[in-house]
């Protein structure tokens, strides 16, 4: 079976590249963008099947790039990472059409199970 | 407190809310580093890596750390978004436990035990969050500076014949409770509590039996 390809976006680039080695260790595909624009170009040219997404990114924020990401593909699933105190984010951006939230810092195992399931949601 | 209170409150919560935001960042960078650092370690033949368990034990003392961090900064970013919204609904027990977190070290520091006694039902009340925080700080610190070593302090919020109170218990090592509790309402920081639950609407009281502050608060608030 093909692994997994995960597209990660975290301005944060000492975090988004460790997490991408450890999801790399469990066998996912991983690509990693530091930027709403960098993201937005890896998803037109390299379909990954789930998006993993930072809401707070100077310039187009997670939310934009959520926008523009749904608009191109309805169905992709988006797992939107969250801040403190950002739950009401989280339940705007599953308004949006994100499948999930997760808050930062993150558990591993939790990140995994919803992206099985982020996958297995897709028709 | 004023409106230019309000403003400088205000900003000083943003700034303090951003900084949060900041520190989370870098402590789930850290999380994720130890995270890896754990992985490879699992995929490490023992016989290849000589001080393993080492090893393993000081990234669990990282992890710990780490899980201390975040309990700090999820605490002080609710803390620093407070002032948001004033007057707005707030639980009494979710404020005292708040409390509770923020204030631990000023009385670690006097070797006196905090806690929060957790009320069976939610005690909602519409009021000035950072006002009534300041109340609730206040009163921790009038018997901080009266009680001896190894006390210790407990908010107790409650509803009881439809008032809403929290009241702040002690209890000290020495027979002198009673003394204490008298020294209270000539402590230089009551006059300054008074203030507060003027502003907020309600009264403060002490119980020399029960060795309680009460602050009492009206359920709604609209100033």
Same mark, same amino acid.
């Given at each position: ?9 975290? %301005?944060?680039?000492?975090? *988004? ?7 790399? $260790?469990? +066998?996912?595909? !991983? &690509? ?13 040219? %390299?379909?990954?099947?789930? *998006? ?7 310039? $187009?924020? +997670?939310?934009? !790039? &959520? ?29 949006? +059409? ?26 | ?223």
């Amino acid at each position: 079976m093909d692994p997994l390809k995960v597209l990660l976006v975290d %301005d944060e680039k000492e975090f *988004v590249t460790t997490l991408a080695e450890r999801l790399e $260790l469990r +066998g996912f595909q !991983v &690509l990693i963008a530091t930027d709403g624009e960098e993201a937005l170009r890896f998803f037109d040219t %390299d379909l990954p099947q789930v *998006v993993v997404l930072d809401l707070m990114m100077p310039g $187009l924020s +997670g939310m934009e !790039v &959520l926008k523009r990401m749904k608009a191109i593909d309805f169905k992709i699933p988006v797992i939107l990472l969250t801040g403190h105190g950002a739950t009401k984010d989280g339940i705007r951006g599953m308004q949006l +059409g994100a499948f999930d939230y997760l808050m930062k810092p993150i558990d591993i195992n939790e990140l995994i199970s919803k992206l099985d399931d982020a996958v297995k949601s897709v028709p | 407190m004023g409106k230019t209170d309000n403003k400088e409150v205000a900003f000083f919560g943003k700034i303090t809310a951003g900084i949060t935001h900041e520190i989370n960042n870098v402590l789930a960078t850290i999380k994720e580093s130890s995270g890896l650092l754990e992985d490879i370690l699992a995929i490490t033949e023992d016989d290849t890596f000589p001080h393993k368990d080492r090893f393993k034990k000081t990234l669990n003392r990282i992890s710990g750390q780490i899980k201390r961090g975040n309990d700090i900064t999820n605490n002080l970013n609710r803390f620093a978004h407070s002032p948001d919204y004033s007057p707005a609904s707030v639980d009494l027990n979710e404020v005292s436990e708040q409390m509770v977190l923020l204030a631990s070290r000023f009385a670690r520091l006097k070797n006196v035990i905090l806690e929060a006694g957790h009320y069976d039902e939610s005690v909602i009340i519409k009021t000035h969050p950072v006002a009534l925080q300041m109340a609730l700080f206040e009163s921790i610190e009038i018997i901080l500076d009266l009680i001896t070593s190894r006390g210790k302090i407990i908010l107790f919020p409650r509803k009881t014949d439809n008032k809403y109170v929290v009241g702040v218990h002690f209890e000290d090592t020495t027979p002198d409770d009673i003394v204490i509790m008298q020294s209270i309402s000539s402590s230089d920081r009551w006059e300054s509590l008074q203030k507060t639950m003027v502003y907020l609407g309600g009264t403060v009281e002490t119980d020399d039996s029960a060795l309680e502050i009460l602050l009492y608060l009206p359920n709604f608030i609209d100033k």
